[in-house]
């Protein structure tokens, strides 16, 4: 696995958990993207609330089915390699919100071997 320490670069994308691509929910398509481009990794967050363009709250309550709670999408990469993926990013997201920035890479590792 190849290390990515120092100063690199974090995309963040954040959507509605109702938004799908082709029938399939559309924070996997990227997932599944994000991967086949061989991104160094990703993580998806669910959130508890939150409220975007529409000005709408949504929010996790146990009395109702929560829908359209948001998702955010963190991969941490080079900057050459993030940006190389934007633009396959770009054909999927008609909404949601691409931030990019700086971050400093203190460690990336794997588990230790096993003994």
């Known amino acids: 696995m190849r290390g990515i320490e120092g100063e690199q670069a974090l995309l963040r994308i954040i959507l509605s958990e109702s938004r799908t691509h082709g029938g399939t929910p ?11 481009e ?15 363009y529409d000005r709408e709250v949504h929010t996790l309550a146990i009395e109702v089915a929560a829908v359209g709670l948001p998702i955010v999408l ?29 971050v400093r890479v203190i460690r990336y590792a794997g588990p230790p071997p096993i003994a």
């Open 26 to 36: 559309l924070h996997r398509v990227i997932l599944d993207l994000l991967r086949a």
């Open 74 to 102: 963190e991969v941490v990469d080079t900057e050459e390699r993030i940006e190389a993926v934007l633009p396959k990013l770009g054909g999927l997201l008609a909404g949601g919100v691409v931030t990019v920035e700086r």
């Open 38 to 52: 061989g991104l160094a990794g990703a993580t998806v967050l669910k959130g508890q609330a939150g409220f975007g």
